[in-house]
């Protein structure tokens, strides 16, 4: 039971040529976009995040709560 290295060449580059074909500019540019957004609304919620966890460990310690 052998495989046919030829095959199995012709098999990956037809996924190369399907892959490289589908992606234009306008997938790269929403994917970067994509990406982007991810990273400043994870950034937004760190940040908010540590705020909550400040301003409830303040009250905690100080018996007041500020905001």
Same mark, same amino acid.
Do not use: P
């Given at each position: 039971?052998g495989?046919?290295?030829?095959?199995v &060449?012709?098999?990956?580059q037809?996924?190369? /040529?399907?892959? +490289? /074909?589908?992606? +234009?500019?306008?997938?790269?540019?929403?994917?970067?976009? &994509?990406?982007?957004?991810?990273i400043?609304?994870?950034? &937004?919620?760190?940040?908010?995040? *540590?705020?909550v966890? %400040? *301003?409830?460990?303040g009250?905690f /310690?100080?018996g %007041?709560? *500020? &905001?």
């Amino acid at each position: 039971m052998g495989y046919a290295f030829a095959d199995v &060449l012709a098999g990956i580059q037809q996924v190369i /040529t399907d892959a +490289t /074909t589908a992606m +234009t500019i306008a997938n790269i540019a929403a994917i970067i976009g &994509l990406v982007i957004g991810a990273i400043v609304g994870l950034f &937004l919620f760190w940040w908010g995040a *540590r705020w909550v966890v %400040k *301003r409830i460990s303040g009250a905690f /310690t100080s018996g %007041k709560l *500020r &905001l």
